[in-house]
């Protein structure tokens, strides 16, 4: 984080850096836009290379500065100590039974996403088994967030679930889902939230990954809805959201 502040502070101040001051305010700007709607730390990634660029030149110097072996080793140590944490943090390399034994999901959240998707797709395909034959061909399934419908679209299929639908960022350009006469299976939602557009909403089960990792889909309910109160031409509106 300092290297990242001194390099952001080298681009607003270095006269020699004039013509590309307006990155850092970009940066600045961007930042306090996706501190306020709540954004993810890596949608600033595109601008992330701009400050190393900034702190390339100074870093080269302080090498140049004094010829030897101790500031290449102390430079490439850095390098590599960086390396080996930033594996850790974001790649898959802890096995996921590992994960709630150590502080990778708390440093980065979306480190425990994915974890338990088979898991969470077969709780809600034992809902839908446990439906009456007759009624499967009319389910529609709606999925609070993107990445639990991208679970059932991935894992769905080879369960017999049909595809997933959900309001959510780019996925609500996927539905509405098509107007059929069979229950809906509602996960992630609140209940009051699922009482505005349907008449029943029965608790069929909750999500756990079984891996203790506290995710966004930990402990979420599964609902069984019936009794539709609107078509979804009119409802998908009220469930679109960004975020």
């Not at 809902?127 to 389910?139: I, K």
């Not at 997933?164 to 069979?182: F, K, R, V």
């Not at 079984?210 to 069984?224: C, K, R, S, Y």
């Amino acid at each position: 984080m300092g290297g990242c502040l001194l390099r952001l502070l080298r681009l607003l101040r270095d006269p020699a850096l004039r013509r590309v001051r307006a990155f850092g305010w970009a940066y600045l700007v961007l930042l306090a836009v996706f501190l306020v709607t709540a954004g993810k730390p890596y949608y600033l990634g595109g601008l992330y290379p701009v400050l190393l660029a900034a702190g390339a030149e100074p870093t080269l110097r302080w090498m140049r500065r004094a010829a030897g072996r101790s500031r290449r080793i102390l430079l490439g140590s850095a390098l590599g100590l960086s390396a080996v944490v930033a594996a850790l943090l974001m790649l898959p390399v802890v096995p996921a039974a590992a994960l709630h034994m150590t502080p990778i999901v708390d440093i980065n959240y979306d480190a425990g996403e994915t974890v338990g998707w088979p898991r969470f797709t077969d709780a809600v395909a034992q809902v839908y088994e446990e439906l009456p034959a007759t009624q499967r061909g009319g389910v529609v399934l709606l999925a609070a967030n993107y990445g639990e419908a991208g679970a059932l679209d991935r894992y769905g299929p080879a369960r017999g679930l049909p595809r997933a639908y959900s309001g959510h960022n780019s996925y609500a350009a996927w539905g509405p889902p098509p107007q059929t006469s069979g229950p809906v299976i509602a996960v992630g939602f609140p209940r009051e939230r699922l009482a505005q557009l349907f008449g029943s909403v029965q608790l069929a089960g909750r999500i756990d990954n079984g891996l203790a990792v506290d995710n966004e889909e930990q402990g979420a309910p599964i609902w069984l809805c019936r009794e539709q109160l609107q078509p979804w031409a009119q409802a998908w509106p009220k469930l679109r959201r960004l975020g």
